[in-house]
C-alpha cells in the first residue's frame, strides 16, 4: 500500500473537509544497535516553527502525536489552517 | 491501521535495518475550493535544513517523493543516517 492510498483512505467524512489540513509525520528507525536520538522533541519543535513562517498556526489547531514500537518511532503533527489564511 | 503499522509493515529486510533512518512526511490536504499552497516546496527546503542542523546529512542520503492525488499532496523525504554521527 503506498502512502498516498494510506492517507487516501483515512480521508475524514466530507463534512469535516471543508478546512485545509497540513500533517507532518516525522519517523525515526533506529538501526541495529541504535539509540534514540534525543533531539526528537526539539526537532519537532522547530520543524512546527518553520511551519508556522509558512502558514497561520493557532497552538489549538496542533494536534501531536507519538507513537513507539520496536526500533520505530512516529512523531505526527496534525495542523488545521486557517480558511486560505497565509502570510 | 494507525500510522505505526503501516510503517512497521513496510520495515525493510533485516539487511538493510542496520542503518538509522528518518523520514519527514508532508501532506497537505485541500478542504473544498482549497488550492495548492505554492510553499510546499520551500518549506520543504526549509524542513531538510532544520534536520541537517540537528543530523549530519549527505546529499546523496536524501530521497524526496511526492505524489498527488484529488486534493491530497504527499511529500515524502527519507534521509539515510550515517552510524551514531550526530552533532
Redesign the interface.
Known sequence: ????S???GK?KNTAS????????????????G??S?D?LP??QK??IE??S???KIEPNDIQVNV??????E?L?VKIELP??L?K
Request: net charge positive; no cysteine.
Open positions: 500500500m503506498s502512502l498516498l494510506f492517507f487516501t480521508k473537509v471543508a478546512k485545509d489540513r497540513l500533517q507532518l509525520i516525522l519517523i525515526n528507525e533506529r538501526g541495529q541504535g539509540v536520538p533531539y526539539r526537532l522547530e520543524l518553520v511551519i513562517r509558512y502558514v507513537d513507539r514500537q520496536d526500533a520505530l512516529v505526527e480558511p486560505h497565509q
